[in-house]
């Protein structure tokens, strides 16, 4: 399966952006769905994750309750809703797909990034 990100950008502190991850050459509604971040200088980390049919997710301590992963196997693509973003959230975020349970790492299929910047 293919992964391609988009709708990152600069946003200032306390904003929100909603990114949004299109799947192609898969059978999308298969897939686990994780979002992870890499920001300079440091390793990627996890961010959320949501099962093939959305009735699972699972997030960073560091996003609980200001980013909402979600799905619309319709339409073959996961978003990431991110709200209160802080410039500790700068990072470049990629998308990722796998099959079976929702898990924080294992991930087989990755998508180019899409470079998130916050201002303070």
């Known amino acids: 399966v293919q992964l391609q990100a988009s709708g990152g950008g600069l946003v200032q502190a306390g904003g929100s952006l909603r990114l949004s991850c299109a799947a192609s050459g898969g059978t999308f509604s298969s897939y686990v769905m994780g979002w992870f971040r890499q920001a300079p200088g440091k390793e990627r980390e996890f961010v959320a994750a949501i099962s093939w049919i959305g009735s699972s997710t699972a997030y960073a301590d560091s996003v609980k309750g200001r980013f909402t992963v979600s799905r619309d196997n319709a339409k073959n693509t996961v978003y990431l809703r991110m709200n209160s973003l802080k410039p500790e959230d700068t990072a470049i975020y990629h998308c990722?797909?796998?099959?079976?349970?929702?898990?924080?790492?294992?991930?087989?299929?990755w998508g180019q990034g899409t470079l998130v910047t916050v201002s303070s």
């Open positions: 990722a797909a796998k099959l079976g349970a929702v898990t924080l790492d294992s991930y087989d299929f």
